[in-house]
């Protein structure tokens, strides 16, 4: 749908921060179909001030490109951390997992308040910081589901591994698709597996997959949990089960009210965690790849700021007319100097109380300064009239 890019914007008075461009790709932007519901978009999500939710800054034309200016969340996604703690080996706390899950409740709760469904609920959508904030982006495809036109029936929105049976077909998702896709978000945290997998595997294309996956998700056939042996597991199951009934009736009628089930499971079990302990295991964890995201870049930033290396031109300057120099005058004979007189070694003066401390030893005589020879003498002297002589010719042709 778009090309993501990392920029810098500035205030009249100097002011810097840096911001997530999503520039749109040329096809789309020729569509005035989508360019009307990107442009709803931007009037929605900008209305929209959460904690939870990454906010929109700005939606505009430049040099005909369509772009859309968003908060940017140093971090990663959690498709992203998922798939790392698959390659490394780490396994996700269930702490971890619940905090994720009640923080996306609290944006799509506050949302839904709003009027505003997201439609798009997925790992790719929640964005986790290096500092602990869990933050749901991208209302792309949001609606008003009040007063708004009707959605476009031809055009299948969403992820379509998570989408809710009703969205699947086709019909108009309302604010029980949302938490119906927050439940398979919890369903694969707890499971550490996709929900719904293509039979295929690699081998099937992506249309191949992706009707694979619609016809998984209009069924809505949803495979048990595995047993943790967590607290009041039972309890939890349950929880996942009415998020992910097939029918909306049998769902959660909002997000706030499902929010409400897992917060108090999570108190009861004393499984909650806070944002900062978060951000921490984020960092011992995938440190590494932090570092390298935050140097490659500062580096940008860097370049952005010097900007391309400029070409110096030589610069032409007139040559000033010699001056000939004044006659030299012979000097004075020289005198010999008197030779000094050797000083008497010093005697050091003894403390009225001696320190308890031993003291560095140091030299007691002065150190003797040799007289020049008269010819060498001389010689200085030479010099230093020649310099002299040269530095008011300089001066003179200035």
């Not at 929105?157 to 108009?172: L, V």
């Not at 995938?286 to 110096?312: C, D, K, Q, T």
């Not at 031993?358 to 020049?372: C, E, V």
Request: with cysteine; aromatic share 6%.
């Amino acid at each position: 749908m778009a090309d993501l890019y990392l920029a810098r914007a500035r205030t009249d008075l100097g002011a810097a921060r840096l911001v997530a461009i999503k520039e749109v790709v040329p096809r789309l932007a020729r569509d005035p179909r989508f360019v009307a519901m990107l442009a709803s978009e931007a009037k929605l999500a900008a209305g929209l001030r959460h904690a939870s939710i990454v906010q929109v800054e700005d939606l505009g034309r430049e040099d005909g490109a369509l772009f859309i200016a968003m908060e940017y969340v140093e971090g990663l996604d959690l498709r992203e951390l998922l798939r790392r703690c698959a390659r490394q080996r780490v396994k996700l706390p269930v702490a971890f997992s619940l905090l994720i899950v009640v923080e996306a409740l609290q944006a799509l709760a506050y949302a839904h308040r709003k009027g505003v469904v997201h439609r798009d609920v997925s790992p790719s959508n929640v964005l986790l910081s290096f500092e602990g904030e869990i933050k749901l982006c991208d209302f792309g495809i949001a609606r008003a589901h009040e007063g708004s036109e009707a959605p476009l029936s031809d055009v299948l929105q969403g992820k379509a591994g998570y989408m809710s049976p009703e969205q699947a077909r086709g019909e108009p998702p309302d604010v029980r698709s949302d938490v119906f896709a927050t439940g398979i978000l919890l369903w694969e945290l707890l499971a550490g597996r996709r929900m719904y997998s293509v039979s295929g595997g690699a081998s099937l294309s992506k249309e191949d997959a992706r009707d694979e996956l619609l016809e998984l998700a209009r069924r809505a056939v949803i495979p048990p949990l595995p047993e943790r042996g967590l607290p009041d597991e039972v309890f939890l199951h349950g929880i996942v089960s009415r998020a992910l009934a097939a029918s909306p009736d049998d769902r959660y009628p909002s997000a706030a009210a499902m929010l409400r089930d897992l917060a108090a499971y999570a108190a009861a079990a004393d499984l909650t965690a806070s944002p900062l302990r978060f951000g921490a295991w984020l960092r011992d964890n995938f440190g590494a790849e932090m570092v390298s995201a935050r140097r490659a870049r500062e580096r940008a930033v860097r370049a952005l700021e010097l900007g391309p290396p400029a070409v110096l031109e030589p610069v032409a300057r007139p040559a000033a007319p010699l001056v000939p120099l004044a006659p030299l005058v012979p000097l004075a004979p020289l005198v010999p100097l008197a030779p000094r007189v050797r000083s008497a070694p010093l005697t050091p003066s003894e403390p009225a109380h001696p320190s308890p401390w031993p003291k560095a030893p140091r030299s007691l005589t002065r150190p003797r300064r040799r007289a020049l020879p008269p010819r060498l003498a001389r010689c200085a002297q030479l010099l230093a009239f020649f310099a002299l002589c040269a530095i008011v010719c300089f001066l003179a042709t200035r």
